[in-house]
Each structure stands twice: as structure tokens, then as C-alpha cells.
């Protein structure tokens, strides 16, 4: 089973970044997939889940931002992220296995987004 995240980086305020997580190793088609991001110095934070029927969920503090969206013919889970704010500014992780808003069976290793002027 593997997870791997990417298209993280550097954007000013108001900028978007487009994350991708692209899985392996198991029934993609047949999972609920989660991200979850880590600000500094801060424990972990669900953002956003997709079931495998796409249905979505967000958290709050995201919701008219960020949009979760999956790809089961190329086995990759997407989270398009609009209207950044540098308390967005975080490792994102892709996940499986929900056990609580804080803890997964898998996680990917993460990408970095930072937002900053």
C-alpha cells in the first residue's frame, strides 16, 4: 500500500495550489480517501474526505475553498485548494483507514504548502 502526494509549494495569499495523491497497492475504487495537514507546531487536521460513491466532506474552516475530487481510472485522489490564507500553510497528507480525525491506518509522506506574500 502506498500513498504519494505532490504538487505542494510556495503561493502567495489568494493564489490556488492543486495537490494530487496518487495510490497503490489496493482497490482504490473501493475506499474512502482523506487529507489531513499538519501546520507548525500543530497536531494533525482533517480537511477533507471523498467516499467512493464522491461523495464530499470539509472541514469548516475550508468549505467554498477547497474542492476534493478522484480519478479511480488513474487511481488518484485530488484536492484543488483556491483562495489560500496563510493559515492554510501546512504538510498535507493523503489518507486510508480513518480511525479518527487524527489518526489513519496509511499515510502518504506528505507535501509542503506554505502561504506567504
Known amino acids: 500500500v502506498q500513498l504519494v502526494e505532490s504538487g505542494g509549494g510556495l503561493v502567495q495569499p489568494g493564489g490556488s495550489l492543486r495537490l494530487s495523491c496518487a495510490a497503490s497497492?489496493?482497490?482504490?475504487?473501493?475506499?474512502?480517501m482523506y487529507w489531513v495537514r499538519q501546520a507548525p507546531g500543530k497536531g494533525l487536521e482533517w480537511v477533507s474526505s471523498?467516499?467512493?460513491?464522491?461523495?464530499?466532506y470539509y472541514t469548516d474552516s475550508v468549505k467554498g475553498r477547497f474542492a476534493v475530487s478522484r480519478d479511480n481510472a488513474k487511481n488518484t485522489v485530488y484536492l484543488q485548494m483556491n483562495s489560500l490564507k496563510p493559515e492554510d500553510t501546512a504538510v498535507y497528507f493523503c489518507?486510508?483507514?480513518?480511525?479518527?480525525?487524527?489518526?489513519?491506518?496509511?499515510r502518504g509522506q506528505g507535501t509542503q504548502v506554505t502561504v506567504s506574500s
Open positions: 497497492g489496493f482497490p482504490f475504487i473501493s475506499y474512502y
Open positions: 471523498i467516499s467512493p460513491g464522491t461523495y464530499t
Open positions: 489518507a486510508r483507514d480513518r480511525v479518527s480525525d487524527t489518526i489513519y491506518g496509511v
